[in-house]
């Protein structure tokens, strides 16, 4: 709990300039990846996350022993933060990193927020998985209360997201640390290098969302949406 405290009093100020913001119809949330910008207790905190030690008793209590490799380079993880009216459609994540080309396979995402209200929302929505193309219901909604941390398994059809938008108060903020996870791909192993989003019910016959998520999930032309609100 002491740590937890610590990783929340080093969080960045919300509009300090490190962020990166992804700002648009599916997504409004800031991220920062940056090892240079993390004080001594959240450096220390994703090093042990990232260790050979914590990567092995993962896949050894997880996955029956399944090699998993560490992402030191926090490829879409680091500091997450959100505002009143945060949001995050259902997606599912990029499923080859760009880089070392191996599959993301488990999610870590530790809440520090600790005067965060249930009523404000922000709860982690996981969907059944329909298929890999949209999620079905939503099958659990959870609470990102302090110092708790989620494990799930991110390959396949693995839908996730805000269950609703985040209604909290100026001077609060949803904060979460989310670390990834790797394995060795195969031919089952799906090419997709960008996040997939799916449209909420209000937005499944708005052409411009469609084309949004189209682009978003392009590697070639993600990064110039992440940042499009009208």
Known sequence: NEVAIQIENEFPNYNDSIWHVYNNAIENKKVSNN???????TYKVFSLLNSDEFTSLLS???????????????????????????????HLD???????KLERKL?????VNSNWDNKWGGHLGLWNNKSSKQPGKLIKS?????????IFNTAQNSWHGLSSPIECPQNEFRKSLAIYYLCKSNEETNQRGKALF???????????????????????????????KK
């Open 60 to 90: 050894r209590n997880i996955f029956n022993s399944m090699e998993l490799f560490s992402d030191p380079g926090l490829n879409g993880g680091g500091w997450h933060i959100h505002r009143n009216g945060g949001k995050l459609n259902p």
């Open 94 to 100: 990029y499923s080859l990193h760009p880089k070392l």
């Open 142 to 150: 959870v609470e990102p209360k302090f110092n708790r941390a989620i």
């Open 198 to 228: 799916a449209p909420t019910v209000d937005q499944k016959s708005d052409p411009e969302v469609i084309e949004l998520i189209k682009n978003r999930a392009s590697v070639e032309k993600a990064s110039s949406v992440y940042n499009n």
């Open 107 to 111: 999610n870590i995402i530790i809440y």
């Open 35 to 41: 090892w240079n910008f993390f004080p001594e207790t």
